[in-house]
C-alpha cells in the first residue's frame, strides 16, 4: 500500500514525537499540489533512512507507524562532477537521485566555465529532495558546496573505497569490467566538463588511487556521462549486490 501513496520529505527538526509540524510550503504542496484533505495519508521521510505512514491533521502530520523500505543501492556512491555549462547539473544530480547517489561533490575544474551562486546550490538541493521523492528514495543525497577538484579529492571522499575517473580517447579499461569487482562499500566516480579533464588533473587523480576507465568508444556530453556511469553502476550492483 505504501508505494502507491505521495512521499514528502521533511527535517528532522520538524518532528514532534510523534508528529510533524508542516512548513507552509509543505502545506500547500500536500492540500494545493497533490490534493491531500485532513485525514488523508501519505509517507512521511526524514531523508536520513527512515519512514511513516503520515495523516494529516491540520497544520500537523500524525506519524502512525513506521515503514521499512529497501530502495537504496548496496554501496554508497559519491559523484565528483566537474560543473557544466548553463543548467546541465541540474539534469545530472536529479537523475542521479534516481539512480542512487549518496554525496554529490560538484566541483571547478581547469576548463570549469560556471561560477554558481549560493543561490544555485540551494536549488540543487530542493531538486534533490524532490527527486528522492519522486523515485521512492530513503534517504535525500548530500550536496556538497562546490570546491576545486584538488580539494575534493584530496579532502572530501571517504579513506576507503573503489575509485574511478571517467576518460575520453586514451584506450582505458572499460568502466563496466571494474564494476565487476569491487572490493569497497564506497564508489567514488568522476566525470568531467566540456573539454574533459586536463592531463594534470587526471594524474592527480592516479595519485590518489582514481582507476582511469571508459565509458565507450563514443564521445559523451558533459551531462550523459555521469548519468551513463551511474546507470551502469545502478544496473549492476542491483544485479550482484555485494
Known sequence: MSKHLSRLVFSP????????????????????????????????????????????????????????????????????????????????IRSGTELGVSCFI?????RTILKPSNNKVERWRKITTEAAEQSERQIVPQIINPVAFSNAIENLIPAKGDRFICVAR???IPFINCLQSLTQKNIVIA???????????????????????SLGQRILTAVTAPITALSLAAAILEESPM
Open 170 to 172: 586514451t584506450g582505458t
Open 13 to 92: 527538526k520538524q518532528q514532534q514525537e510523534d508528529s510533524i509540524h508542516l512548513t507552509t510550503e509543505q502545506q500547500h504542496y500536500l492540500k494545493r499540489v497533490l490534493r491531500l484533505g485532513e485525514s488523508d495519508r501519505f509517507i512521511a521521510m526524514d531523508g536520513q533512512g527512515k519512514s511513516w505512514l503520515a495523516e494529516i491533521m491540520g497544520v500537523k502530520a500524525q506519524l502512525i507507524d513506521s515503514i521499512e523500505l529497501e530502495t537504496e543501492l548496496p554501496v554508497d556512491i559519491s559523484l565528483i562532477t566537474a560543473l557544466p555549462k548553463g543548467n546541465g547539473y541540474e539534469q545530472i
Open 106 to 110: 560538484p566541483v571547478l575544474s581547469d
Open 191 to 213: 566525470t568531467g566538463t566540456e573539454g574533459g579533464w586536463t592531463k594534470e588533473e587526471i594524474a592527480l587523480a592516479i595519485s590518489h588511487n582514481f582507476q582511469p576507465v
